[in-house]
């Protein structure tokens, strides 16, 4: 077993809709796109300071597989209920030496703490 599928865990790319309702309001809804399995490795956190509240934002590395391609604002939700919002992309491309087993994508991405319903 490589480093990387010590690390894998199964999530799920959650889609967010908007529908108007009969007042002309607009309601979001979320629903499960797919699943795929991907590496989450926790990076830092950083300690925001709003209101009177201190919030601990929890940033993570998330490695997917190649084929896979996710951009700014996209949820993923691991299999413990977590929900991590995708913040950057930090490789387009696996390096030219990666052998055919490593080939992945890695995105930057923050614990979110949104209420959904799926």
Known sequence: ???????KTNVTLITETKLRDSDGNFTKSYAPKMSF???????SSS???????TIEKKKYTVAVPQDIELKFGDMLKDEHGRLL???????????KCASAALRFREYSAEETWRDIEI
């Open 85 to 95: 919002m995708i913040t950057g992309q930090m490789t387009a491309n696996p390096p």
């Open 1 to 7: 077993m490589s480093l990387i599928d010590s690390f």
């Open 37 to 43: 399995d991907a590496a989450i490795v926790y990076s």
């Open 47 to 53: 300690v925001v300071k709003a209101s009177d509240t």
